[in-house]
């Protein structure tokens, strides 16, 4: 008898009016747990990566249909839905682990907001006295729109015997 797939099925043996029969259970016992990718790096907040478990039996058989849970170990950077879709939530690390029975894989994700866009608040000012201050504001922004806090802006000037800036915009 060789075991096909998960389920019960009744082996008999027939000689002349005689019969026996023998009830086979297949029923696969998970011995790996494999998640993929193994490392993601998302660059935007609201970014999602679909992350995959794969529960394996001793062959090295997947067992179709195995209970796979998903946790993450940091919510305030990366989310993870019940099917092992990973949300980007700030910047961070945090590990995604996907447990079938007492087994356990994991996946490391990395958020890293990449700027997109900078936007400068006012856009544009007028001084009407010498040593007259305005200042200005920087918005630097990922792929997604979300404004990346604590991003580094530097400042410079097209004319300095005009007007000045300072490192913080003023």
């Known amino acids: 008898v ?3 797939a998960d389920g019960t099925a009744t082996i008999t043996a027939t000689s002349g009016s005689l019969t026996a029969t023998s009830v086979i259970t297949v029923a696969q016992v998970a011995s790996a747990v494999e998640v993929s990718p193994s490392t ?3 660059s935007s907040v609201g970014e999602t990566v679909a992350l995959t478990a794969t529960v394996k039996d001793a062959n090295g058989e997947t067992i179709s249909g195995a209970t796979v849970e998903w946790a993450t170990s940091d919510d305030s950077v990366a989310t993870v839905s019940s ?5 980007a939530v700030a910047d961070g690390t945090a590990t995604i682990t996907a447990t079938s029975g007492s087994l356990t894989a994991t996946s490391a994700i990395t958020v890293t907001q990449v700027a997109s866009t900078i936007e400068v608040s006012p856009s544009t000012s007028t001084l009407t006295s010498l040593g007259a201050t305005v200042a200005l504001t920087a918005t630097v922004n990922d792929a997604g729109g979300t404004a990346i806090s604590g991003a580094t802006v530097t ?3 097209s004319d300095a015997a005009v007007a000045t800036v300072s490192s913080a915009g003023l």
Do not use: D, K
């Open 83 to 87: 099917a092992g879709l990973v949300t």
């Open 40 to 42: 993601s790096t998302l």
């Open 2 to 4: 060789t075991a096909v």
């Open 155 to 157: 400042w410079e000037t």
